[in-house]
């Protein structure tokens, strides 16, 4: 069964960019959607970003101007970029896939904690 | 502030049923059926309980059960069991330019 997992620093500084992976196991990442979500702690979730092995990419309005996603279908992996992060952006970042022609995640990776501090 | 308002909190005892409200506008909620509902158990990753209003994942008790009407989406859950205490959000497609929005999150305790 296809599994996730996201890999990254632990603790970034306030205005240094974030960089995330999630690797795919048991299954091919082509054909599908994928998606990253995160959750600052003790809140709720919020849509990040979503992109396709192709290429697409759709961002939430709130954080385009900071993030960027891309897919490595050589590696099964796809990736997420934030930009400027200040302490609001700490929070656990999950990533997930899409159903297919349904706005919906029905696999998520554990989830990793970044905390932004000096 | 979350784009859709779900209520903080919600209780009820094994064997009862409870539902969960999720309200949104016309905008979201209220023009697509990809209203989807996620259980959240401490600590670990989101689950996927119901999708487009109503239909339920394959391994998602029947006891789950989602409906909308106008703005208003509502997770039901029938006979509670202590393994439903949980966090529970709800989630809209707003369009394309804002491909999903999520609730506040609802905190469901099984007296």
């Known amino acids: 069964q296809v599994q996730l997992q996201e890999s990254g620093p632990g603790l970034v500084k306030p205005s240094d960019t974030l960089s995330l992976t999630c690797t795919v196991s048991?299954?091919?990442?082509?054909?599908?959607?994928w998606s990253w979500i995160r959750q600052p702690p003790g809140k709720g979730l919020e849509w990040i970003a979503y992109?396709?092995?192709?290429?697409?990419?759709n961002y939430n309005p709130s954080l385009r101007s900071r993030v960027t996603m891309s897919i490595d279908t050589s590696n099964n992996q796809f990736s997420l970029r934030l930009r400027s992060l200040t302490a609001a952006d700490t929070a656990v970042y999950f990533c997930?896939?899409?159903?297919?022609?349904?706005?919906?995640?029905?696999?998520w990776g554990q989830g990793t904690l970044v905390t932004v501090s000096s | 502030q979350s784009a859709l308002t779900q209520p903080p909190s919600a209780s009820g005892s094994p064997g009862q049923s409870i539902t969960i409200s999720c309200t949104g506008t016309?905008?979201?909620?209220?023009?697509?059926?990809?209203v989807s509902w996620y259980q959240q158990h401490p600590g670990k990753a989101p689950k996927l309980m119901i999708y487009?209003?109503?239909k339920r994942p394959s391994g998602v008790p029947d006891r789950f059960s989602g409906s909308k009407s106008v703005n208003t989406a509502s997770l039901t859950v029938s006979g509670l069991q202590a393994e439903d205490e949980a966090d529970y959000y709800c989630?809209?497609?707003?369009?394309?330019?804002?491909?999903?929005?999520f609730g506040g999150g609802t905190k469901l305790t099984v007296l």
């Open positions: 997930a896939r899409i159903i297919s022609g349904v706005v919906a995640f029905d696999i």
């Open positions: 048991g299954g091919s990442i082509s054909g599908y959607f």
């Open positions: 992109s396709y092995d192709t290429g697409g990419t």
């Open positions: 016309s905008s979201d909620v209220g023009t697509y059926n990809f």
């Open positions: 487009e209003v109503s």
């Open positions: 989630t809209a497609h707003a369009g394309t330019n804002n491909w999903m929005v």
